[in-house]
Every structure is written in structure tokens, then in C-alpha cells.
């Protein structure tokens, strides 16, 4: 089986193109951390996907977006005037865009934590799970009567 995750963020905003075919590709790159401390540095991975859902997704693959891709990678190596190199890429099955809103639109700030708020939900003299019920008015009577009305209905 070939089939990788990713999580990370666009690094690169997607580039919509068409085959010869007629089919719409959508090109991008998603750039995920890798290791710790010093030696942490950022890996790029070659994202492509294709069709219809390209067309759709295209406009909202914008860097910086975090998103988890699915699909089948690859291990592309080449040799440049430096010497050998490889690249990961991916042919994009599946995306998962990961929060917040487009950068178009305000996003309100988050109301800020309340400690004694907290305390007092937390400690509330309340049931935690008492309900209500709402019954129309002749169920209620069938209720209230119990048994003497299953009599007088006989």
C-alpha cells in the first residue's frame, strides 16, 4: 500500500492549470516541521491534485492555510549542477482544510478566561443531568389518573 498523511501548511498558494486532456490540475506545496530543538527544519512536499474537486478547492489552497492531504506519495530524485537530489510529492486522494476563516474576514477576538466564571459552573448546586419533558395535555391526564383511567377506558 502507498498511502501517506500530511499535516502542515500551504507553503505555497495553489496554481490551477489544465492538461492536455482538458482535466484541471491543481499544483501546490504543504511544508510540515520536522525534528526538534537545533536541528528542526522545515520539510516541502510537491502536492497535486486533479479534477472537478481541484477546480473547487483550488481558490481556498492559499499559504499559510493549515490542512491535512491524503493520497499516494512519491520519492522524485533528480541531479542538478550541485549534485543528486530527491523530492517527496503527493497525489492528492483527499484534503482536509484545518480551521479558521478565510484571511478576507474579521475574525472577532476570543473572550478572555475567567477563572471565578469557571469556578462557579463548575460547582454549581445544580443536577448536571436534569431534563424536562414537555406531554400535551391529555397525556398528562392518562398519567395523573394511572390506572383508574385504563379502568374507565375498558
Not at 94 to 123: H, T
Request: a neutral charge.
Amino acid at each position: 500500500m502507498n498511502i501517506i498523511t500530511i499535516t502542515g501548511r500551504v507553503g505555497q498558494d495553489a496554481e490551477l492549470r489544465q492538461t492536455p486532456q482538458g482535466r484541471a490540475v491543481a499544483n501546490f506545496k504543504v511544508v510540515i516541521d520536522v525534528g526538534f530543538g537545533d536541528k528542526k527544519h522545515a520539510l516541502w512536499i510537491d502536492c497535486s491534485m486533479f479534477g472537478q474537486r481541484a477546480e473547487k478547492v483550488a481558490k481556498y489552497i492559499t499559504k499559510g492555510t493549515p490542512v491535512t492531504v491524503y493520497g499516494q506519495f512519491d520519492l522524485r530524485t533528480y541531479t542538478t549542477k550541485n549534485g543528486p537530489g530527491a523530492s517527496i510529492t503527493c497525489d492528492v486522494a483527499d484534503i482536509a482544510l484545518q480551521g479558521g476563516k478565510p484571511s478576507g474576514e474579521s475574525q472577532a477576538a476570543p473572550e478572555p478566561f475567567d477563572d471565578k466564571k469557571a469556578a462557579d459552573v463548575a460547582f454549581s448546586d445544580e443536577i448536571p443531568f436534569s431534563f424536562a419533558y414537555w406531554l400535551p395535555a391529555g397525556l398528562l391526564g392518562l398519567m395523573v389518573l394511572g390506572s383508574s383511567a385504563s379502568q374507565m377506558l375498558a
